[in-house]
């Protein structure tokens, strides 16, 4: 199931929910249960009508397998990897999207806690559960269900960051974004703004 970078097809046909609610639960439970601990994940969407279903399974599995969840809404890849890497304590972290692959396709993305694609042992691993050849995982019970919580934060400490990547201002200048359909679009406005622009 998954490639060079995640879990990709079209959604709804090689990619359902089943399949999230299943990553979902094996990476709970491996961040967490297996290791006798509790989980953290941060997820992260672009804008394709599916990311909204597709996170909705996620976070089910997920919180079902007692992790808890941190929500960074719409966002970019890279801002996920820097969240996952710089905040305290999360696990991992999950992107869905599927980059420049058509609207109807989507994907979804492992990043372990240093925010680089999880290890192909993880991944085969993650595959057998999502196949059948491991069995049930066991679900949290009574107060060590997982929540899902938002954090929006961790998406604008990411805009803090590269607005601090800046070498000159913009102060003066008019600048047209086109973001096209993508998740920069809750980013890109915020940098140049920040940066003195005139920002369309």
């Known amino acids: 199931y ?15 929910v089943e399949h999230a609610f299943k990553v979902g639960r094996f990476i709970g439970w491996y961040y967490g249960a297996a290791r006798d601990k509790s989980c953290k994940v941060v997820i992260g ?31 970019t890849t890279p801002s996920v990897a820097y969240v996952v890497r710089t905040e305290e304590d ?7 999207s599927a980059s420049h692959n058509p609207y109807y396709d989507n994907g979804i993305k492992v990043m372990d806690g240093n925010g680089h ?14 196949d059948g050849e491991m069995g049930e ?3 949290a019970l009574r107060d060590k269900v997982g929540v899902a919580r938002d954090y929006a ?4 400490r990411y805009i803090g960051y590269l607005i601090s990547l800046a070498t000159r201002s ?16 809750m ?5 140049f703004d920040a940066l003195g622009a005139k920002t369309y």
């Open 45 to 75: 969407k672009d804008t394709r009508r599916s990311s909204y279903m597709f996170e909705y399974a996620l976070v089910a599995g997920l919180t079902a397998s007692g992790a808890d969840v941190y929500l960074l809404h719409v966002t």
């Open 170 to 185: 913009y102060k003066g200048m008019r600048v047209g974004l086109d973001c096209s359909n993508g998740s920069a679009w």
């Open 187 to 191: 980013i890109a406005k915020s940098v």
């Open 2 to 16: 998954f490639g060079t970078d995640g879990f990709r097809g079209e959604a709804n046909k090689q990619l359902t």
């Open 137 to 139: 995982l066991p679900f």
């Open 153 to 156: 934060i961790g998406r604008n």
């Open 117 to 130: 694609k999880i290890s192909a042992e993880v991944e085969a691993a993650l595959e057998k559960y999502i």
């Open 90 to 96: 999360f696990d991992c972290g999950i992107m869905i």
